[in-house]
């Protein structure tokens, strides 16, 4: 190693620090030299840091997967609210389990096809951490926010720290006696535990004249499933 007076660890971490807080909720290290001003010229150039922790996303630039998509367009590229948060994304909550957390799945559809990745991709996050947690149930449809910088753990679902979770519109349509979140829930409930595993909301409509809500769903394998939910309070 040159004798430059730091290892490459310690130079980037210097000039990670450098940065201003705005510029650095997502930074990418690409390469880093060393060179000795006003002697031959000596470079050392990092091309890749083995088991050196740094506090840092690094993100592939071969490819694009699933995963690569969370480092890249996750909530460290999304702009900031007006408390510095930044968007995680929203969708219904499929699995409440206060304090622990609450588990979103997305009801758009993503396609990673052409990278090889799942043509039918349905983001899904347990988020933990958020105050509004005990407040949130099943069926809700919620929008989180995250602390710049935040950690995704990219398994299927994720995993992350929430810094607030806001309970979106639950609507009730004229004539109806259960509100929206609440034939979602009853919906999910039919389905037979772990047969359909990660199953993903995408509507729930209110039939007035048939005083009944139709609840659609994916399940696991993406095959679309329409159940049912007499209007009735109290079941």
Same mark, same amino acid.
């Given at each position: 190693?040159p004798?430059s007076g730091?290892t490459p !660890?310690e130079?980037? *971490? %210097? ?17 880093? $030299?060393?060179?000795?001003i006003?002697?031959?010229?000596r470079r050392?150039?990092?091309?890749g840091? =083995?088991g ?8 592939? &630039?071969c490819?694009?997967t699933e995963?690569? +998509? ?6 460290? !590229?999304?702009p900031?609210?007006?408390q510095?948060?930044?968007s995680?994304?929203?969708?219904y909550v #499929?699995q ?5 957390g ?7 559809k $993503? @396609?990673? =096809?052409?990278? =090889?990745?799942? @043509?039918?991709?349905?983001d899904?996050?347990?988020f933990?951490?958020?105050?509004e947690?005990a407040d ?7 929008d989180?926010?995250?602390?710049p910088g935040?950690?995704?753990m990219?398994?299927?679902p ?7 979770i806001e309970?979106?519109?639950d609507?009730?349509?004229?004539g ?5 979140? +609440?034939a979602?829930?009853?919906a999910?409930?039919?389905?037979k535990?772990?047969?359909a595993?990660?199953p993903v909301?995408q509507? &729930?409509?209110?039939? %007035?004249a048939?005083d ?8 696991s394998k993406? *095959?679309p499933?329409a #159940?049912?939910?007499?209007? %009735?309070?109290?079941k």
């Open positions: 190693m004798n730091s !660890a130079a980037v *971490r %210097e000039a990670i620090g450098r940065l201003e807080p705005d510029e650095h909720s997502f930074a990418i290290v690409r390469d880093a $030299e060393y060179r000795e006003g002697k031959s010229n050392r150039q990092i091309v840091f =083995g050196v922790g740094l506090a840092l996303l690094i993100a592939s &630039a490819g694009s995963a690569d +998509r969370r480092a890249s367009s996750g909530p460290q !590229a999304n900031k609210d007006e510095g948060l930044v995680a994304g929203s969708g #499929i409440a389990d206060s304090p622990e609450v588990l979103v799945v997305s009801p758009e $993503e @396609d990673f =096809g052409d990278s =090889g990745g799942d @043509d039918a991709y349905y899904a996050t347990f933990y951490g958020a105050p947690t949130i149930r099943v069926g809700m449809g919620v989180v926010r995250m602390e935040s950690t995704v990219t398994s299927y994720a995993k992350a720290a929430a810094a607030r309970i979106l519109e609507p009730r349509p004229e109806a006696e259960l509100a929206q979140s +609440r979602v829930e009853m999910l409930d039919s389905l535990k772990g047969a595993g990660i909301v509507e &729930a409509m209110y039939d %007035e048939r009944t809500w139709t609840v659609k769903l994916l399940d993406r *095959r499933i #159940i049912e939910v007499q209007d %009735e309070l109290g």
